[in-house]
Nanobody
Framework: VQLQASGGGLVQTGGSLRLSCAAS??????????MGWYRQAPGKERRFVAG????????YYTDSVKGRFTISRDNAKNVLYLQMDNLKPEDTAVYYC??????????????????WGQGTLVTISS
């Protein structure tokens, strides 16, 4: 399985970006993978942002992005998205997408994911 993240860039505070994560080499329907977005700010650990458990269509988010970010996936195209609105300087980070065959809530939330994309840089200017 390979994941290719894209869509990062430089935007001003209050702006929007849409990240995409294209998955290839999947051995089953993409809905049967847990998938998520994570971010790593400079000098900090990588943290969970948003995700789906395996075979579940309800998404969950870290508190700091609730109401501003929306995760979605197109199972037909094997693409995971992260729509980010009302961006803030503290959202600046490298964003990673990830997938896992187990894909439990715990695995997705804790980042215990087998497959990772290369990361895409999001920079929010104040």
């Amino acid at each position: 399985v390979q994941l290719q993240a894209s869509g990062g860039g430089l935007v001003q505070t209050g702006g929007s970006l849409r990240l995409s994560c294209a998955a290839s080499g999947l051995t089953r329907d993409s809905l049967r993978y847990g998938m998520g977005w994570y971010r790593q700010a400079p000098g900090k650990e990588r943290r969970f942002v948003a995700g789906f458990e395996k075979s579940v269509t309800t998404a969950y988010y870290t508190d700091s992005v609730k109401g501003r970010f929306t995760i979605s996936r197109d199972n037909a195209k094997n693409v995971l998205y992260l729509q980010m609105d009302n961006l803030k300087p503290e959202d600046t980070a490298v964003y990673y997408c990830a997938a896992d065959d187990d894909g439990s809530y715990y695995a997705v939330h804790q980042g215990f994911m087998r497959y990772w994309g290369q990361g895409t840089l999001v920079t929010i200017s104040s």
